[in-house]
């Protein structure tokens, strides 16, 4: 199951620098996972200061 980032997202890019596999790009408002790219490892959410990052 993929990850997904709600609107808490800061843009901090935290998550895309942590993510092993780059599934996350900036998007306009927040950062976005692509949930095909997504090995679901929890890494990002982890790493995030806002706890912006849950399981969709």
Not at 3 to 11: E, F, P
Not at 18 to 38: L, M
Request: charge should be negative; glycine fraction near 8%.
């Amino acid at each position: 199951m993929a990850y997904v980032i709600g609107d808490a997202c800061i843009k901090c890019g935290s998550c895309a620098e942590n993510c092993p596999v780059s599934a996350i790009t900036e998007g306009d408002t927040q950062f976005v996972i692509d949930a095909n790219t997504c090995i679901s490892c929890g890494t990002c959410a982890a790493g995030c200061p806002v706890d912006a990052i849950s399981e969709e």
